[in-house]
């Protein structure tokens, strides 16, 4: 069964320091989405892609983020200077044609801000 | 923008039935998920409603009242392994494109007993 990856699973990585989180979604989806759960917390909306270009964001995603889809497989969410309230774990997601289908989860990556 | 009200905490006995409530508040509705999700794992999707009635996946049951802003997840034959975080999002429409995104309630955590 198709399923989205991620990677790393776990990044840990200094204030300030930019990262970069990896995902392929599932080959025959067209929409592209990142959400975060900070521990405790509900899953919060990042962002949604569709065609090359950011279709929808939340405030949370402000000018420190930002998304790319570098080839035809993976999706990559940068967050170029980390914060310590960027702790968190964050999800991946991918849908299908029409953008009402289901949003399917990748495992997420934990990223801990020291 | 959304609201999205369920229990926090819920314990049923094993091989009994348990149902989950969600009430929402929303200024669009596109369809409401349930998902699963174990401690430190992804949302798994459940079940999807778009239309007011119940929908029925084997041991899951999901259901719509559009006019109450109310749904309710239940859960038959409960087993040890449905002990999880049960997270209702609600979709929202008219994101041109598609992808609309999914706001997430702070789910309820089921614990299953023998």
């Known amino acids: 069964e198709p399923e989205v990856t991620q990677t790393p699973s776990h990044q840990v990585t200094q204030m300030g320091q930019e990262v970069i989180l990896r995902c392929v979604p599932i080959s025959n989806h067209l929409y592209f989405y990142w959400y975060r759960q900070i521990l405790g917390q509900k899953v919060e909306f990042l962002v949604s892609f569709y065609n090359n270009e950011i279709s929808e964001k939340s405030e949370i995603f402000d000018d420190q983020f930002s998304v790319e889809r570098p080839d035809g497989s993976n999706f990559t969410l940068k967050i170029r200077s980390t914060k310590l309230e960027d702790s968190a774990m964050y999800f991946c997601a991918s849908s299908g044609g029409l953008g009402t289908d289901t949003q399917y989860f990748g495992p997420g990556t934990r990223l801990t801000v020291l | 923008g959304q609201n999205i009200d369920q229990p926090t905490e819920m314990t049923a006995t094993e091989g009994a039935i348990v149902q989950i409530n969600c009430t929402y508040q929303?200024?669009?509705?596109?369809?409401l998920f349930w998902y699963q999700q174990h401690a430190g794992e992804a949302p798994t999707f459940l079940s999807y409603?778009?239309?007011?009635g119940l929908e029925e996946k084997g041991r899951f049951s999901s259901f719509l009242s559009r006019s109450k802003g109310y749904s309710y997840l239940l859960l038959k034959e409960l087993q040890m392994k449905d002990s999880a975080s049960y997270l209702c999002?609600?979709?929202?429409?008219?994101?041109?494109?598609?992808?609309?995104?999914?706001?997430f309630g702070t789910g309820t955590q089921l614990k299953v007993e023998l």
């Open positions: 929303t200024s669009g509705f596109n369809g």
């Open positions: 409603n778009v239309l007011d």
């Open positions: 999002a609600v979709r929202d429409e008219g994101v041109t494109g598609g992808g609309n995104k999914l706001t």
